[in-house]
């Protein structure tokens, strides 16, 4: 997997977006204190975002490098936090390598797309769990994470479909 100066750059300004728009929504997911909310919230920008790079770079691995650096960068303030990202990008190559072996078509880069939202929410509450002593489950049924985390893939293939149209109204190129 090899990536030219400007796939290095798009993915980079990929990050920027990533981190700017998060901490914004983050602060505007405060006001909901519903489980999830913050993902609910970020659903659809995360998607919007990651399906710039799956379609622009169009190369298998893409989203786990974005993630890598996302995720490294993060760390910094958490690095659970940090973990997650990774493993949210992790997770979102394997689902496109094991539905589509790679970003072919774009029915794949808009599954991928709103499945890199649902594993972000799915991989911290994970990781929360785990941090906690699995005391996550008692405050709050499965049965309300698993209704959040179809919300957010739903809102996550909004997402991906709204940057869809972004990318043909804007018409890039490769």
């Known amino acids: 997997m090899s990536f030219r ?3 290095i750059t798009f993915m980079s300004l990929t990050v920027v977006l990533l981190i700017a728009g998060g901490y914004l929504l983050y602060y505007m997911s405060l006001f909901f204190p519903v489980p999830g909310s913050k993902f609910i ?3 659809t920008y995360l998607s919007l ?3 710039f790079p799956m379609k622009k770079v169009n190369k298998l691995g893409t989203i786990a490098l974005v993630s890598i650096i996302f995720g490294g960068i993060l760390s910094i303030f958490t690095l659970f936090m940090g973990v997650a990202i990774i493993l949210t990008g992790l997770l979102t190559d394997l689902t496109t390598l094991v539905i589509g072996r790679g970003y072919k078509n774009e029915r794949v880069i808009l599954l991928s797309a709103a ?3 649902f594993y972000s929410f799915m991989t911290s509450v994970y ?3 785990v941090v ?3 005391m996550l489950y008692d405050v709050v049924s499965i ?3 698993l209704i959040v985390g179809f919300i957010i893939f739903i809102l996550g293939f909004i997402g991906a479909k709204i940057g869809q149209m972004i990318y043909k109204r ?3 190129r490769k």
């Open 5 to 7: 100066t400007r796939d």
């Open 41 to 43: 919230i970020m659903g």
């Open 49 to 51: 975002v990651v399906y």
């Open 115 to 117: 499945a890199y939202a």
């Open 127 to 129: 990781i929360t769990n």
């Open 132 to 134: 906690s002593g699995n």
């Open 143 to 145: 049965n309300v994470f």
């Open 170 to 172: 804007i018409g890039l």
